[in-house]
């Protein structure tokens, strides 16, 4: 049986925007209308890609006042290449900014760990900017709980 | 999953239905305790802190309603156990440097220091915390590290006392209770009136109270290892006091904790410093006798 | 005593030139978030750390923009390439405008 003209379009339609966002889940990631804007700012126009980022947090944390989390980034940390930003955001905290990070090569290495504050259960997103412009960005889930008694 | 009493989280009660929440809450947060399906128990951790060895359990006395007992730090999530394996990522330190600091500092009208009689805190103090509550026939009731400190500042140096959970209080007694980190909760019940205090908070551990009607030992001594809701239930030990509490963001003291639970099972707590919490903090540390002391620990 | 603001600097003593070496810093504070609100139901006002620099020979080896979502007592753990001897500067700025320092040196063979 061969497709009808309306299927043929549409299929079209999304694969060429397929292709267009390449296989990247940016687009997919959920960021809340505070933490876009914050993004937005951070990234000057460069569309962040994927990759380069490893952010480490807890599955659950044990209690959202503390959360322990660790954000690396690969990079030569040379003159010519080197991390210059990594901002962190709680997506769905009252006010998502966490921190901001800055390095430069007398870093040695782009990382840092910290301790945040989840209001609630959220995707920590972590994203860095490069010395020639270029951003990346990573997101985890982490599952913040209300204990037993609240005590 | 699994089945939570919804109708707790709403605390307006009248009087009457009062009545009702005892019949209908108790069963049911029993049914959440006891049918969870997560019985998540205490970890296999090892403790480690700063390349050194410290165990978190032992083998309870003859008498212990405890089939073994465990340290509050095998049930929490490892990111949790890993802030106590370092010194220095152990946020419970800036406190402890300012007890170093007081403990150096001349205070009151004898122009004293805790350094003056007691030299070098490692050495003077080893052990002391490890013995808390320790009976004193002065007061004919027993010290708590806190009543202890206060003493020696009215009496010995001619300063005015701390508070129970004041800054100075949390930083000394944090302080001196790390000179006994790695040695065995060590309370004598057989000084003085030490039996019928424990007796009194013996009592007040098995006692149900609250809109809850809950006792220490039903959440502590029943079902410690469960998961009330996403809490992990410890067997409510005391051997790592004073401690940083990540939900309190700081230090807080064992009196501290006693009144969150009783809070949280909506009972009107007492006060830090009651004779009932003195008996109830004296009880619950005979139940970890031989647990080595943590201080200052890190808890959820 | 009031409340105490305490810096605790981790620095290795020494390192050999051009190794990376690993810096943690505690300080005590409350880092009020502005969030929480006091028993008559009104908001307690901001009051954190909300800027910290570390600095060798002058030039700035890390820097964090705080905001309220850092916990009590920030803790932070970053890198730094040493090449020669010298004194790391750690600054702290409150909120209020108080600054906190502490300094730690090191030995580069």
Redesign the interface.
């Known amino acids: 049986m061969s497709i009808n003209r309306r299927q043929f379009i549409t299929a079209g339609t999304v694969s060429t925007a397929a292709v267009a966002l390449g296989s990247f889940p940016y687009a997919a990631l959920a960021f809340s209308e505070k933490s876009q804007t914050l993004i937005d700012a951070f990234a000057a126009g460069a569309v962040p890609a994927e990759g380069k980022i490893t952010l480490t947090a ?1 599955e ?4 959202g ?4 989390v ?1 954000v690396s980034v690969e990079s030569p ?1 040379s003159e010519q290449d080197y991390v210059t930003e990594i901002m962190l955001l ?1 997506n769905d ?17 782009a ?8 209001a609630k259960t959220q995707d920590v997103i972590a994203l860095a900017k490069m010395s020639d412009g270029r951003v990346f960005v990573t997101s985890k889930s982490v599952k913040v ?7 | 999953m699994r089945p939570s009493p919804e109708n707790t989280q709403s605390m307006q009660l009248t009087k009457a239905s009062k009545h009702v929440v005892r019949a209908v809450i108790t069963p049911a947060l029993m049914l959440a305790l006891g049918s969870t399906a997560v019985v998540a128990g205490p970890d296999n951790s090892t403790l480690s802190i700063d390349g050194e060895t410290y165990a978190t359990d032992t083998a309870p006395a003859a008498d212990s309603p405890l089939p073994h007992l465990y340290s509050g730090w095998r049930f ?5 156990q ?2 106590q394996m370092d010194d220095f990522e152990n ?1 419970a330190f800036t406190a402890v440097d300012t007890g170093e600091e007081l403990w150096n500092t001349v205070q009151g009208s004898k122009g004293k220091s805790c350094a003056s009689c007691h030299g070098d805190a490692a050495d003077s103090m080893a052990g002391v915390r490890a013995q808390m509550p320790k009976w004193s026939d002065a007061l004919d009731k027993p010290h708590t590290l806190q009543t202890q400190i206060n003493a020696c500042r009215e009496g010995q140096m001619g300063a005015e006392s701390w508070k129970w959970e004041a800054e100075n209080m949390l930083a000394m007694t944090a302080y001196v209770g790390l000179q006994s980190r790695g040695m065995p909760v060590a309370v004598d019940l057989d000084a003085g009136d030490m039996q019928s205090w424990s007796a009194r908070g013996k009592d007040l551990y098995y006692k149900r109270v609250g809109q809850l009607n809950l006792s220490c030992a039903n959440c502590h001594e029943k079902n410690f290892g469960k ?5 992990h ?1 410890s067997q409510g030990q005391t051997n790592g006091f004073p401690l940083y509490r ?4 700081g230090l807080g003291s064992i009196h501290r ?1 006693f009144k ?2 009783m ?3 909506r009972a009107t707590p007492f006060e830090r410093g009651s004779d009932e919490f003195i008996a109830l903090e004296l009880y619950v540390a005979s139940r970890g006798q031989g647990l080595n002391i943590e201080t200052p620990a890190v808890r ?1 | 005593m009031a409340n105490k603001i305490k810096p605790r600097v981790k620095v290795p003593k020494t390192a050999t030139a051009g190794e ?2 690993t810096i943690k810093t505690l300080i005590s504070h409350k880092m009020e ?1 502005g ?1 929480r609100k006091a028993k008559d139901g009104s908001l307690i006002p901001r009051k954190i750390l909300n800027h910290f620099k570390a600095e ?1 020979a002058g ?14 007592n ?8 040493v090449q020669e001897s010298g004194e790391f500067h750690f600054t702290w700025t409150d909120d209020d405008g108080s600054i906190y320092e502490a300094k730690k040196s090191i030995t580069v063979s």
């Open positions: 807890p659950i944390a044990e209690n006042n503390t959360v322990p660790e940390m709680g905290n009252p006010a998502p900014s966490l921190a901001t990070f800055k390095y430069s090569p007398a870093s040695g290495l990382r840092t760990s910290t301790r945040i504050r989840l709980t209300i204990g037993g008694c609240g005590g | 929490r999530s490892s990111e949790t890993s802030l946020p998961m009330i809701r996403a809490d239930l990540l939900k309190w963001g904790r969150g639970c809070k949280n099972i959820n | 990376i070496i978030s969030q060798f030039t700035i080896i890390f820097e964090a923009e705080i905001a309220p979502g850092i916990s009590a920030p803790f932070f753990s970053f890198n730094a390439r």
